[in-house]
């Protein structure tokens, strides 16, 4: 069992980057595959990012494919999203999910509370 606490969310020019941290209690952290979702005001959670459990092997939506990248460092519990490029469009809470690799593009088992992330026009 984990427990995902998202962290790294703010204000930031379009244009500019941001770096999310999610550090996840639990010694089985290394166990699952992490992912992150956003949710806009007014819309449905989303998908946005996943990494299989070791790290090898990492998914994108369409949205973000070559601004964003998801890495995670299992010495640290730690899942990141580095997003680059920020477009308004981007503003969101972001959500950490802890779960299986193939079911994440939906969710996972586990949530954290999330981070606001809002992108100045």
């Known amino acids: 069992q984990v427990q995902p606490v998202e962290s790294g969310g703010g204000l930031v020019q379009a244009g500019g980057s941001l770096r999310l941290s999610c550090a996840a209690s639990g010694r089985t952290f290394s166990a699952y595959a992490m992912g992150w979702f956003r949710q806009a005001p007014g819309k449905e959670r989303a998908f946005v990012a996943r990494i299989s459990s070791s790290g090898g092997t990492t998914g994108y939506a369409d949205s973000v494919k070559g601004r964003f990248t998801i890495s995670r460092d299992n010495a640290k519990n730690t899942v990141y999203l580095q997003m680059n490029s920020l477009k308004p469009e981007d503003t969101a809470v972001y959500y950490c999910?802890?779960?299986?690799?193939?079911?994440?593009?939906?969710?996972?088992?586990?949530w954290g509370q999330g981070t606001q992330v809002t992108v100045s026009s």
């Open positions: 999910a802890a779960g299986s690799y193939t079911a994440m593009i939906v969710g996972g088992g586990y």
